[in-house]
């Protein structure tokens, strides 16, 4: 069973930059999509990125589409979530998951492994 450690969260002022990494262990990462959701106090886990099994495909939720990129190096186990020109709104606690379902990456019920999360705030 894989496990995911996130890492590279923290303070950033409004229209900074960070760049978080989830690295995987227990598997080979190319078995799995890998996508990043996020949650904020008092909100629901919602989608951000995915990222598919060689990387040729990548998604986007609106809310990020233009400011966020996902990469991924298999023969590292990593996956990557490089953020620019952050938000205050992007405040959230930022969890990395697996996947080996084929559609659907959207949706966090297709994701069996998760990491612990990785806190990320924006200050306005």
């Known amino acids: 069973q894989v496990q995911l450690v996130e890492s590279g969260g923290g303070l950033v002022q409004a229209g900074g930059s960070l760049r978080l990494s989830c690295v995987a262990s227990?598997?080979?990462?190319?078995?799995?999509?890998m996508g990043w959701f996020r949650q904020a106090p008092g909100k629901e886990r919602e989608f951000v990125s995915a990222?598919?099994?060689?990387?040729?495909?990548?998604y986007y939720a609106d809310s990020v589409k233009g400011r966020f990129a996902i990469s991924r190096d298999n023969a590292k186990s990593t996956v990557y979530l490089q953020m620019n020109s952050l938000k205050p709104e992007d405040t959230a606690v930022y969890y990395c998951?697996?996947?080996?379902?084929?559609?659907?990456?959207?949706?966090?019920?297709?994701?069996?492994?998760w990491g612990q999360g990785t806190q990320v705030t924006v200050s306005s």
């Open positions: 998951a697996a996947t080996i379902v084929p559609e659907k990456w959207t949706q966090s019920e297709v994701y069996a492994h």
């Open positions: 227990g598997g080979p990462l190319s078995r799995y999509v």
């Open positions: 990222v598919s099994w060689s990387g040729g495909r990548t």
